[in-house]
Nanobody
Framework: QVQLVESGGGLVQPGGSLRLSCAAS????????MGWYRQAPGKQRELVAT???????NYADSVKGRFTISRDNAKNTVYLQMNSLKSEDTAVYYC?????????WGQGTQVTVSS
């Protein structure tokens, strides 16, 4: 059974940095892409960044130049380095792994940007 375990969320001041990690256990077969989504209170879940099996990346316009997604294939782990954080980045961040068989989601980790 595939499980995604996220870590790295927390409270940070505006302008600060956080690094999120998501490790996929259960050896998911045929990973196509890994990514991060977020959902702020009262809003729909939105894409933050994805990285595919060829290491091509895609970012939401709102995070370009501030966030960097990367992956460690050997560890089935995806990372999100978040710099220059803003209050509008406050949300629950969800890890996603898309394989040829299914989509998997993490439980979410809270990121709060506040002074």
């Amino acid at each position: 059974q595939v499980q995604l375990v996220e870590s790295g969320g927390g409270l940070v001041q505006p302008g600060g940095s956080l690094r999120l990690s998501c490790a996929a256990s259960g050896n998911p077969f045929g990973i196509v892409a890994m990514g991060w989504y977020r959902q702020a209170p009262g809003k729909q879940r939105e894409l933050v960044a994805t990285i595919n099996s060829g290491d091509s990346t895609n970012y939401a316009d709102s995070v370009k130049g501030r966030f960097t997604i990367s992956r460690d294939n050997a560890k089935n782990t995806v990372y999100l380095q978040m710099n220059s954080l803003k209050s509008e980045d406050t949300a629950v961040y969800y890890c996603n792994v898309r394989s040829v068989l299914a989509d998997y989601w993490g439980q979410g980790t809270q990121v709060t940007v506040s002074s």
